[in-house]
């Protein structure tokens, strides 16, 4: 009986002090004068289930239109809204590192380039794939982006109904089957096959849908992941669930890559050759050569942590992104028609030779400021970028974030801010890339950051600007395509901020 009275007033006493501690941190610590949601002061809760529902994006940009520069989205976690920021936090020689979040982004025990926190391991692993993926070697991976640019076409062309016109189709998720097929033909030399099908292979997307989710609302409570990633899998069953399941797809497809092969050494590349001349070699093959030269450097683990990485960030943000500039563009016809005649001009219809070169995209300006301006309005990644105050502490817009906490830039809010972007900020204007003021482009450069800022960018935004600008003027050339829907699509946010029944009607255009 004593015993039980004991534990029962032990229990209380260690709530009240828990009670008064939230109490003590939400209103009287340094940082409690930092406006926000009353319930974030107390609990992570608010923010796991905002995420949960899908719309912080949006939820980020009321925050700072009602509290200002500097808000609090969790006990621990501020958004920052300052043009001087992003330099601090992400630029050369930041010492901020990624926040717990991160680590739900791979398997428990595990690293990758994207969620590793540990900064010198991720510089000296990000070394060992930097030269794979510059847009220098990208370029002679052109064939096979052109192979499924050729086929994703044929699939438009075929669903053209006797009007000329197709059924409504969801564009977003032939946009992703293309995203991912390229993905497959540098990754492997193969096309996945969604394509082919215009479907789902094997259950891929749906289970990147679930790693997605999975993550990025668990990453709030990283603590939980070894738990919840073990109990997850095991349930469902041999092939696992989320990013165990890719894991395991990825691992099927790298066995029959290889046993096709027969497991030969790798031909190295002939750097006698003119640049037309050179055999395109595949990323598994340039990984299995690496591991074959120094295993101890570059190791098994690192040939497949890099295909596991293509795998799940190589096709949602390139089809986010090509949904972005189609939506952005068929809603101003003016913008329509000057693209077009850009287009004609530099690329006119060849039905002999339809595909267009990574070169002549560059020669396109106004093609690169409406897809710079369209990554702007509708960046693929729609949460924090968040990042641990290093030692010593750091005062941003007056307020001193001691170390520990954790601070972070939505590129939402970065490519919202007027002073930065303009009074028209929130207005789809390519014009703004255009404008003869340099300085002011250097400055919104500078900021632009739909692949994230400094050491930790995107390893592969090379790929994905490679897919963009060829896909994009090929379909405004060769393809009407209309909007089934004129009003403002619906978009989930589960860190990629994903279109919903992207509905679209297209027809072979006639020149």
């Not at 319930?39 to 719309?55: N, S, V």
């Not at 972005?324 to 068929?330: E, G, N, Q, R």
């Not at 590129?411 to 801010?417: F, I, K, M, P, Y």
């Not at 896909?471 to 978009?491: A, G, M, S």
């Amino acid at each position: 009986m004593l015993h039980s009275i004991f534990s029962l007033t032990a229990l209380g006493v260690l709530a009240a002090v828990a009670l008064a501690a939230a109490i003590w941190r939400a209103f009287f610590t340094r940082l409690a004068s930092v406006p926000g949601p009353v319930a974030a002061r107390f609990t992570d809760l608010w923010y796991a289930y905002r995420i949960y529902r899908g719309g912080f994006e949006k939820d980020n940009l009321q925050l700072h239109k009602k509290y200002g520069p500097i808000v609090r989205y969790g006990v621990n976690r501020f958004s920052i809204d300052d043009p001087l920021a992003a330099s601090v936090i992400y630029g050369p020689g930041s010492k901020f590192t990624k926040s717990s979040w991160y680590e739900t982004w791979t398997s428990p025990g595990t690293w990758n380039i994207f969620g590793d926190r540990d900064a010198k391991r991720h510089a000296f692993n990000r070394r060992q794939y930097q030269n794979t993926y510059s847009m220098s070697s990208l370029v002679h991976y052109e064939s096979y982006v052109d192979e499924c640019a050729d086929l994703f076409c044929q699939r438009l062309s075929e669903m053209s109904a006797t009007d000329g016109w197709s059924r409504p189709m969801d564009m977003g998720h032939w946009l992703q089957c293309y995203a991912f097929d390229v993905i497959g033909m540098i990754t492997y030399s193969k096309r996945i096959g969604f394509l082919d099908f215009g479907e789902d292979v094997a259950n891929v997307m749906q289970n990147l849908g679930d790693h997605l989710t999975y993550a990025s609302v668990v990453g709030v409570y990283p603590w939980l992941h070894p738990i919840l990633f073990k109990v997850r899998n095991w349930l469902a069953g041999s092939r696992g669930k989320g990013r165990q399941f890719i894991v395991n797809y990825t691992q099927d497809y790298m066995a029959a890559h290889q046993a096709k092969a027969k497991a030969k050494m790798p031909v190295p590349e002939d750097d006698t050759k003119g640049e037309e001349q050179r055999e395109t070699v595949d990323f598994l093959t340039k990984f299995v050569k690496k591991h074959w030269e120094n295993p101890s450097v570059f190791t098994s683990y690192h040939v497949l942590s890099g295909c596991v990485s293509n795998m799940v960030a190589g096709s949602d943000t390139t089809s986010i992104s090509l949904s972005a500039i189609l939506y952005y563009v068929l809603h101003d016809a003016n913008v329509l028609k000057r693209l077009r005649e850009e287009v004609d001009q530099h690329c006119p219809q060849n039905k002999a030779s339809p595909d267009i070169t990574f070169a002549q995209s560059q020669e396109m300006p106004y093609l690169q400021a409406v897809i710079k301006e369209a990554l702007r309005m509708h960046p693929a990644t729609g949460l924090p970028l968040e990042r641990v105050v290093p030692e010593g502490g750091i005062t941003i817009n007056g307020v001193f974030f001691p170390e520990g906490v954790i601070v972070g830039i939505n590129s939402w809010v970065e490519h919202g801010n007027k002073a930065i972007f303009g009074d028209d900020a929130d207005v789809f204007n390519p014009d703004r890339w255009l404008q003869e003021d340099k300085e002011k482009i250097s400055a919104m450069n500078r900021h632009w950051m739909p692949f994230g800022l400094g050491s930790r960018t995107c390893i592969g935004r090379h790929i994905s600007m490679l897919e963009m600008c060829k896909l994009v003027p090929r379909l405004i050339r060769d393809f009407d395509l209309e909007l089934c829907n004129k009003d403002k699509w619906q978009t989930k946010d589960h860190w990629f901020v994903k279109p919903e029944n992207f509905k679209m009607r297209v027809r072979p255009r006639v020149v």
